[in-house]
């Protein structure tokens, strides 16, 4: 654990407490740098939020602003969590705001904390523009003392966290929806029906006009490269830097906010070649295991998505390489013990993949005890660690290994791999 985590979780209570009280008064007592930002796209969902935020900071950088970045968790070093002005925040500057936080900050939790953290520094450092990641849900989520931003981005909804949000996907969306302000714009992606449902009672609510895919705009893949079309434009554009099909999806409502922030034609192409978010489909070629990989003539893959939806995301991306050059399939999967293991290896079942399970530092299932709902749908062997599955998996012949199932696996995957995050 780095050391601002580790500063954070001695003096912060670790719990997940949706209320909006304490920020409120923690961000009152700071001066509400909140209301002092640069003009703010605050995006909300359940997967594909912390690309749809990459790809729109890529393109606004392209166009020449200065953006700031709100995004979590971070994988390797807490840094991440906040850019400033396109730069990682530096420790010296993290550490004087956290100070300032602890004199003030009561009972706020670690992510209450860290928001507010980012909140200062972003209100402290020049920008022309602030994405703010929504952390878990939206209406009582610590970033939704923001009241005026400049754009809402809502990303697919789907379930996760349901000890905190529920199982019923209108609730969920509901929830996520809080966003959406007064006579601020909202861009919505692809949603269930009735996901998109509720969103539309929230906008109507707060007279939010919707700019929605699948209606409004939308987005394929075609000859090598990305279409877009609105209501008044077509633009053949080059695929984003991000793996998967599901990207295009990403791209398209990254791409349809970029135009309501008037960005530019070439600062979109430029912004789509050049975006990089680590852990989403990343070919993992340096390091110990990406070495232990290129030995054995074989592909390894990382993926952080930890949740149904995102394991349909997977197994199409393993099916479409699979198609095109045809290997021994291997996943090495850790998983939160709160995720929904029986539904993320029931979406990939027909990968028809050996799967090793493993742990991780924190709250991860056990192994065997995730193995045993893996073999529900296929052969699964636990295992001590990323280290021996894959010793294992390329042993047995794997040519194609991907590991996932948590941001917090694929960050020790990263930290041993000597990977590190794009400045």
Partial sequence: MDPISERLRARHPQRIDLSLDRMKALCAALGDPQHRLPPVVHVA????????????????????????????PHLVRFNERIRLAGKLIEDDQLNAILDRIEAVSGEATVFESTTAAAFVAMSETPAD???IEVGLGGVL????????????????????????????????????????????????????????AAIERAAQAVHAPLTVMGVDFDAWAERGGLAFQDQERFLDLPAPGLAGAHQID???????????????????????????????????????????????????????????????????????????????LALICGMLANKDA??????????????????????????????????????????????????????????????CGSLYLAGEVLGASRETWPD
């Avoid at 074989?298 to 045809?326: C, I, K, S, T, V």
């Fill in 45 to 72: 969902g359940t997967n594909g939020k912390g690309s749809t935020v990459s790809m729109i900071r890529a393109i606004a950088e392209a166009a020449g602003l200065k953006v700031h970045a709100y995004t979590s």
């Fill in 129 to 131: 523009l602030a994405i």
């Fill in 141 to 196: 989520d610590a970033t939704n003392v923001i009241e005026r931003p400049l754009l809402s981005v809502i990303a697919p909804v789907d379930y996760d966290h349901a000890e905190f949000l529920g199982t019923d996907l209108a609730g969920i969306a509901a929830e996520k929806a809080g966003v959406l302000k007064p006579g601020a714009p909202g861009v919505i992606a692809r949603q269930q029906e009735v996901a998109m």
């Fill in 250 to 328: 990403n791209a398209g409502v990254a791409i349809a906010a970029a135009l309501e922030l008037d960005l530019p034609e070439a600062a979109i192409a430029e912004g789509l070649k050049s975006v990089r978010w680590p852990a989403r489909l990343q070919r993992i070629s340096a390091g110990p295991y990406g070495d232990a990989a290129r030995a054995a003539d074989a592909e390894l893959w990382l993926d952080g998505g930890h949740n149904p939806h995102a394991a349909r995301a997977l197994a199409a991306f393993l099916a479409d390489r699979q198609a095109r050059a045809p290997r021994p």
């Fill in 342 to 403: 029986g539904g993320f290896f029931a979406a990939l079942k027909d990968s028809h993949a050996t799967v090793f399970t493993v742990g991780f530092d924190g709250t991860a299932a056990d192994p065997a005890a995730l193995a045993a709902v893996a073999r529900g749908h296929g052969l699964a062997t636990p295992a001590g660690s990323v280290d021996e599955a894959l010793k294992l998996a390329l042993r047995l012949g794997a040519g194609r290994v991907a590991i």
